[in-house]
Nanobody
Framework: QVQLVESGGGLVEAGGSLRLSCVAS?????MGWYRQAPGKQRELVAR??????DYADSVKGRFTISRDNAKNTMYLQMNSLKSEDTAVYYC?????????WGQGTQVTVSS
């Protein structure tokens, strides 16, 4: 059974930083981070693509996605956080037409 386990969320002041981690129970090529704010749809934050990485316009220059394949772990470094970054952040992975999600980790940015 595939498991994706996020960690690293919390409460931070505006302008601060957090690093999220996602540990997968096995390796995936296709992985990414999504978030869902209260009353809003889940949206892409960052992901790995065939040619590199892809970011939402709202986080470009502030967030960095990375991975450690040896540890089946993906990271999201979030800098210069804003109140509008407050959301539940989800790790996602897919292969062979199957989509998998973590349980989510709450990020709250106070202004």
């Amino acid at each position: 059974q595939v498991q994706l386990v996020e960690s690293g969320g919390g409460l931070v002041e505006a302008g601060g930083s957090l690093r999220l981690s996602c540990v997968a129970s096995r390796s995936f090529f296709s992985m990414g981070w999504y978030r869902q704010a209260p009353g809003k749809q889940r949206e892409l934050v960052a992901r790995f693509t065939l040619v590199g990485t892809d970011y939402a316009d709202s986080v470009k220059g502030r967030f960095t996605i990375s991975r450690d394949n040896a540890k089946n772990t993906m990271y999201l470094q979030m800098n210069s956080l804003k109140s509008e970054d407050t959301a539940v952040y989800y790790c996602a992975a897919s292969d062979f037409g199957n989509n998998y999600w973590g349980q989510g980790t709450q990020v709250t940015v106070s202004s």
